[in-house]
């Protein structure tokens, strides 16, 4: 039987001890009925280990951490994705979480409806929880980071991946797996808003040496292209 695996709160720097806390602690007591000397598998500091509860409390469950155990890494990807409408959004992340993306940047694209735009900066904590819980979810020791949204240009500025993919319509020849090939270092993948970037923008990338690449004949909406891209360089890797 597969252990349930939690994500700790706080750990020591030794990783000895590890503790859940706030809502997580809460579900462990409250509803699972936790006792001292039970096994979870507990991730800290993004290392898996084998862990026995020692003390259990509302506010509070704490571990002692045994052996580490073997884990997969995260994809070596960054994800930047423009915000649009938040509920497909919200979706695109939970998937790209799933799918192993280590990254993901909110991008103000010029096609992000301004009330979205206005409304980001607070939703992003949300974002950051269902990351959080996506990870516990699907197993993963290494939960995403999810910036602050910020505007393509400043993004871009900042990127540093060795391959950078923009994902455009407009591009009918090289395909994903083809600019994939011989990818060097990390990898940035760039997915836009609905109705796609602006010629603009496209030049923006251009200049920053992002290689524009097809995903195939058919309009896919923003969340589609997300996790088809993912599955795509998951799948080469």
């Known amino acids: 039987m597969t252990r ?10 030794e990783r000895t001890s590890a503790s859940l806390t706030g809502d997580q602690a809460s579900h462990l007591a409250r509803v699972l009925r936790a006792e001292p000397g039970q096994i979870f598998d507990v991730v800290a500091g993004g290392f898996l280990h084998r862990a026995e509860v020692v003390n259990v409390g509302e506010d509070a469950v704490i571990f002692t951490l045994h052996e580490e155990m073997e884990s997969d890494a995260a994809l070596p990807v960054h994800l930047y994705l423009a915000v649009y409408k938040f509920d497909h959004l919200e979706w695109a992340i939970e998937k790209a979480t799933e799918l192993g993306v280590a990254r993901i940047t909110p991008v103000l694209a010029r096609r992000t409806e301004k009330h979205l735009a206005q409304a980001s900066t607070k939703r992003v904590e949300r974002w950051r929880r269902i990351v959080l819980e996506s990870s516990k979810q699907s197993r993963r020791t290494e939960i995403p980071v999810v910036d602050d949204p910020a505007t393509l240009a400043s993004t871009l500025k900042t990127c540093t991946a060795g391959t950078r993919i923009l994902l455009a319509e407009t591009e009918q020849e090289n395909t994903l797996a083809a600019a994939l090939k011989g990818h060097a270092g990390d990898i940035a993948l760039a997915v836009g808003p609905e109705g796609g970037w602006t010629p603009e923008e496209m030049a923006l990338f251009s200049t920053q040496q992002w290689t524009h690449a097809t995903l195939g004949p058919r309009i ?11 599955a795509i360089t998951s799948s080469i890797l």
């Open 4 to 13: 349930r695996r939690w994500i700790a709160d706080t750990w020591n720097e």
């Open 220 to 230: 896919l909406r923003a969340e589609t292209a997300c996790i088809a891209a993912l």
